[in-house]
């Protein structure tokens, strides 16, 4: 349960007439939840006078225990009311500014259901006339859709893998294979998913092992299907660079897949989503390229095509099955005219008899 803590007027003296702080309104109580880095509320502090004060001073009616770090000249946020009863947020004076819905700012007019940033810490601010809407906006559908990914896109992604398989079966492939293909498939996703709700679980409360199933899900079919798609241009326009260098585009697909994982899901900083990213999918490409290297002697990936393609793909110097027969009869005859003459005197037929 979410923890609700009233907070105490500091001991003053009586103030005077002129200093008295104002008061809500006998119907207006404000809230102010500090929340982890999915909007999940961490506690909810009960506020009936204004102005409230939020900082790492204890001197503040909410004292926040932040990182300091990037902000070590931030000090305090003012919440007031104004005669028509629309709170806003400001920053003292000398303060640095804070995160806003738009930016840094030094003032923000309250939105009940957008949170700031101050001292590393999320704020959201609300009073008890705030009813949820019960037409949810994007933002908020969105996880829910997200969590039910995962029954459409974990399928898709076995489906995908057993229908490479099945498009390149030239030897008639038993059924065991196509469901130890999928079952592989099945575990190496939850490998992935896995690893990255242990990260989502170190930035927050919250693992959404279910959204990271679905978005790798996702990432594997896209993977899957470029590389066909790449390979099957390769044999439509003859061009066996566009199969080479494939890889090339698969690392793009592979650093985009985990800036998603780290800055949607995981809701990791933007540089350290963007570093990571860039980590990873280079990695893999030079990954790729070192192997190729070693096996070639340069970067192009040393690939012979075995899956079956319709001929009807060949756009690029298609021949017809009777004219490709023709040619290697041209072609033998050719090759039986070129043979030498054997030389008058000598016998070569214990030659001709190996």
Sequence with gaps: MDEVTRASPIESPPPTE????PVASPDTIVFVELL?????????????????????????????DGDMGAQSSWAALRIESDEHGALSVATF?????????????????VDPDEAIIAAGQRI???????VPSSMAKPSSALPRAASLAWLWALPLAIAT????IWLGDIDGTKFVTYVSSGLGVLMLLALWAGIWA????????????????????????AVTAVDYVMDTAAFAFNWPVIQRYDYLLLGVIIGLAVWCHGRWVSRIGRGTALTSALVVGAAMVATQAAGFYALRGNVAAAQTMVELRPPAFRLAQSVSMDDFFSDIAALKGLAEQSKPEKPDGLDFSSYDSE
């Design 18 to 21: 002129a200093s008295e702080l």
């Design 161 to 164: 893998f057993v229908a490479t």
């Design 36 to 64: 982890d880095k999915h909007d999940g509320v961490l506690s909810r502090h009960r506020f009936t006078r204004f102005p409230i004060t939020l900082g790492s001073a204890y001197s503040n009616d909410l004292i926040l």
């Design 93 to 109: 004076e000398n303060d640095a500014n804070f995160w806003a819905p738009g930016g840094l700012t030094r003032r923000w007019i």
């Design 198 to 221: 242990l990260v989502s679980r170190l930035t927050g409360r919250s693992t959404h092992f279910l959204i990271h199933l679905a978005l790798g899900a996702l990432t594997f079919v």
């Design 124 to 130: 959201r601010i609300r009073t008890n006339r705030y």
